[in-house]
C-alpha cells in the first residue's frame, strides 16, 4: 500500500460558515491510515447540518525539499529504513495513438470503475509518441490484444521505501534513496521503472530481479513482503554464493535530453469527486489530440510537449498535468500543496531507451539529491521524465542542464552511476 508523506505539525485550516475550523495532521502512520481517518472524518462533517459545506481536506502535501534520511547529515542510528515488496504484479505496456478509439471502453472502466475491473494499479500517462500503461493482472485483463498494443514482456514488481523516525513513518522520495536503492540496483545490473504519484514514489523492478534487490538491499533496509495486506518480513540472507559483486559497465551509455517550457502541475482529488471532473478528464485524455507532436522529433526548439499522466493506485488518485490544462477543470475539486509550486520538465533519451540498460534513472536523481533538489521521476515505455520544482530550476545541476538541453548537448548515463 503507498505511503502517504505530511510534514510533522503541519496545520490546514478550512472555513466554516461563522468560523474557521483547523485541522493538525500528525505524521503520516504506515499505509496512510492516519490520512485516511482525517479525510473520512471531514467528509462525514461536509455531509451533516451546518458542516455540509465543510470542503474536503487536501492530502498532506509532499516534503519536496531536502535530502532528509537518505541524504546528508541524519544517521542512520536514529533511523530504521523500510523496503516493502508491495503484492500487484505488473504489466508495462504501450499504446499507438491509432488504436486508441479500440482501447477507450476498457480504459475508461479502468479510470472510473475500479470495482468493476478489480484494477488496484493502475495509471496511464499520455506523451508525445504514445499512451503508456501500467497496471495490475486485474487490469491488464481488460485489454484486447491488437497490433496497436506493445507488451513488455517482463512482469514488474512494485518496491515502496519508508523511513521510521521516533513513532512517524515517511516514504521516501526519488532523490531521497537515489544513493540508498536505486544506484547500488544499477551497480547490480537491475534495470527499474519508476513511478511518482502525489503521494509517494514507487520503484518497479522485473520479477525476475527480485532475488538480487533483496541481496543488494538486505544490509541497508528492513525488507517486507505484503501478503494479504499484511507486511512479512523477508529473511535475510547474508550469504553471496551466487551473487556478482557490484560492477561498473565498460562504457557510458549517451542519450540527449529535452527540458520544454511547460510548466507541470502534481496533484490529487478525493476519488468521491472523480465523476464531477469525468466529462474533462475524457475530453483531455481521449479528444484533445493535436499532430504528431514537436517534441517528438527531439529537436531542442521545441516549446512544450505532451504529457498527461494519471494514476489510480489502492484508491488514491494523482494526475500530473500541464498548467494550460490544469484550467480545463473545476478549480475547487483540484487539490495540491498550500504553495501551489510548479513543476518544469526534463526528458530524458532520443530514441527508445528499451528495458536492458541500468542506471538512468540514478544518473538523474544522483546530481539532483546531491545539489539538494528534489524531484518527481515518471518512467514511460520509451522515455524518462523527472520534475523539478521552478523554484530551484536555475540552480546548479538544473541550470546545467537547461545549457546542455539549448546547447544541443547530451548528458552521458552510465550504468551505476
Not at 486508441?100 to 494499479?121: A, V
Not at 514488474?156 to 515517511?170: K, P
Not at 499484511?230 to 562504457?251: I, K, L, T, W, Y
Not at 539538494?372 to 546545467?400: E, M, P
Request: proline share 8%; hydrophobic share 40%; aromatic share 8%.
Amino acid at each position: 500500500m503507498p505511503k502517504g508523506r505530511g510534514h510533522k505539525g503541519r496545520s490546514e485550516s478550512l472555513a466554516l460558515q461563522g468560523g474557521v475550523a483547523t485541522l493538525d495532521w500528525p505524521p503520516v502512520l504506515r499505509g496512510v491510515a492516519v490520512r485516511e481517518l482525517a479525510w473520512l472524518a471531514a467528509r462525514t462533517l461536509r455531509r451533516s447540518g451546518s458542516f455540509k459545506h465543510l470542503p474536503a481536506p487536501p492530502p498532506p502535501p509532499r516534503p519536496r525539499h531536502g535530502l532528509g534520511l537518505f541524504g546528508r547529515g541524519v544517521g542512520s542510528a536514529r533511523t530504521a529504513m523500510e523496503l516493502h515488496i508491495l503484492e500487484h504484479r505488473v504489466r508495462v505496456l504501450s499504446l499507438a495513438r491509432p488504436g486508441l478509439w479500440l482501447y477507450t471502453h476498457p480504459l475508461i472502466k479502468l479510470l472510473f470503475l475500479p470495482r468493476r475491473s478489480r484494477c488496484k494499479f493502475f495509471s496511464l500517462t499520455e506523451t508525445p509518441e504514445d499512451y503508456t500503461l501500467m497496471v495490475d493482472e486485474e487490469g491488464f485483463k481488460e485489454l484486447p490484444t491488437s497490433e496497436f498494443l506493445q507488451v513488455a514482456e517482463a512482469t514488474w514488481l512494485v518496491l515502496n521505501v519508508s523511513s521510521h523516525s521516533g513513532t512517524a513513518v515517511q516514504a521516501a522520495g526519488v532523490t531521497k534513496i537515489a544513493r540508498s536503492v536505486i544506484a547500488p540496483l544499477a551497480e547490480h545490473h537491475v534495470s527499474v521503472l519508476m513511478l511518482s504519484t502525489y503521494q509517494t514514489d514507487f520503484i518497479l523492478v522485473r520479477e525476475q530481479d527480485l532475488s538480487v534487490v533483496i541481496h543488494t538491499l538486505a544490509q541497508e533496509f528492513d525488507i517486507y513482503r505484503e501478503v494479504g495486506g499484511e507486511p512479512v518480513p523477508v529473511a535475510r540472507d547474508d550469504s553471496s554464493n551466487g551473487f556478482p559483486r557490484a560492477q561498473h559497465g565498460p562504457s557510458p551509455t549517451v542519450h540527449p535530453i529535452q527540458s520544454p517550457q511547460n510548466r507541470f502541475c502534481v496533484l490529487t482529488l478525493d476519488p468521491e469527486t472523480l465523476p464531477a471532473i469525468a466529462t474533462t478528464l475524457i475530453d483531455v485524455l481521449f479528444y484533445s489530440h493535436s499532430g504528431p507532436k514537436e517534441a517528438a522529433s527531439g529537436s531542442p526548439g521545441s516549446s512544450s510537449i505532451t504529457f498527461f499522466a494519471f494514476s489510480l493506485i489502492e484508491g488514491y488518485i494523482s494526475i500530473v498535468m500541464d498548467a494550460e490544462t490544469q484550467k480545463k477543470f473545476p478549480s475547487d475539486l483540484l487539490l495540491t500543496s498550500s504553495s501551489g509550486e510548479l513543476w518544469r520538465m526534463v526528458r530524458i533519451g532520443g530514441q527508445p531507451l528499451g528495458f536492458d540498460e541500468c542506471g538512468i534513472v540514478a544518473q538523474i536523481a544522483g546530481p539532483l539529491a546531491a545539489a539538494d533538489i528534489s524531484a518527481y521521476y515518471i518512467s514511460t515505455f520509451n522515455f524518462d521524465h523527472a520534475l523539478v520544482s521552478t523554484t530551484v530550476w536555475g540552480q546548479g545541476s538544473c541550470r546545467d542542464t537547461e545549457a546542455q538541453e539549448g546547447a544541443q548537448e547530451v548528458v552521458p548515463v552510465r550504468p551505476g552511476s
